[in-house]
């Protein structure tokens, strides 16, 4: 199994509603990334968890709270978002070396986010 | 700090016709480049990586990119455009000296394959 699954595909949420992307791999990847992708630019680094631990957080605003529940299950959750706040979201799983090396990342197929 | 150039934001071929895409990495010899492709509103796959086991390296749907040290280039070709392999792709290196294992992307290019 060599996929990164997350769900919804699509979301529409206003500027007040909590809702939550969710993200699973059953690799065993130790590694797992959220990044935010607008249209036509590469995918952007928001947050690293290397073994269940935060390990960088790339100066996201606090409306984006992430969680690591265990190695499998990776979480997003949205609050009072703002319309530039709409982009693809992109979860992404890899071996994550201790040793400071990188394997390949896998991403899962985004969640569309639409914030009105 | 790694980071790769993609020369080129679009780049637009005949079917048939040979496909060329540029990435050229900076500063040291890293450990990993990688080639990624997106089609339209999915997320990124991987096209293939290189390793350092050998210069040449062949990817899926026909792909293959050349390891240049002397020219720090990881170019991704393929002889033959088809219709499906109109895209956008990425190159990618691991960050490095960060204490991050996140990968720093190339800005894209963007193939079209004209009929």
């Known amino acids: 199994d060599t996929e990164v699954t997350q769900t919804p595909k699509h979301l529409v949420m206003g500027m007040t509603n909590k809702k939550s992307l969710k993200c699973e791999q059953h690799?065993?990847?130790?590694?797992m990334y959220w990044y935010k992708q607008k249209a036509k630019k590469p995918p952007e680094l928001m947050f690293v968890?290397?073994?269940?631990?935060?390990?960088i957080n790339e100066s996201v605003p606090s409306r984006f709270s992430p969680e690591c529940p265990n190695s499998s299950l990776l979480n997003l959750h949205l609050h009072a978002l703002q319309p530039e706040d709409s982009a693809l979201y992109l979860c992404?799983?890899?071996?994550?070396?201790?040793?400071?090396?990188?394997?390949?990342?896998?991403f899962g197929q985004g969640t569309r986010l639409t914030v009105v | 700090a790694q980071s790769v150039t993609q020369l080129g934001s679009h780049v637009s071929v005949s079917e048939g016709a040979l496909v060329l895409l540029r990435c050229n990495y900076s500063?040291?010899?890293?450990?990993?480049l990688f080639w990624y492709v997106q089609y339209p509103n999915q997320g990124l796959q991987l096209l293939l990586k290189?390793?350092?086991?050998?210069?040449l390296v062949k990817g899926i749907n026909g792909f293959e990119a050349e390891f240049k040290k002397s020219e720090t280039s990881f170019h991704l070709t393929k002889p033959s455009a088809h219709m499906s392999d109109a895209a956008e792709y990425f190159c990618?290196?691991?960050?490095?000296?960060?204490?991050?294992?996140?990968?720093?992307f190339g800005s894209g290019t963007r193939l079209q394959v004209q009929p």
């Open positions: 992404a799983s890899s071996h994550g070396d201790r040793g400071g090396g990188n394997t390949e990342a896998f």
């Open positions: 290189y390793t350092s086991a050998a210069t």
């Open positions: 990618a290196v691991p960050e490095r000296g960060t204490g991050r294992r996140a990968l720093t």
């Open positions: 690799m065993g990847h130790r590694a």
């Open positions: 968890y290397s073994y269940e631990k935060l390990s």
């Open positions: 500063s040291s010899v890293p450990p990993y």
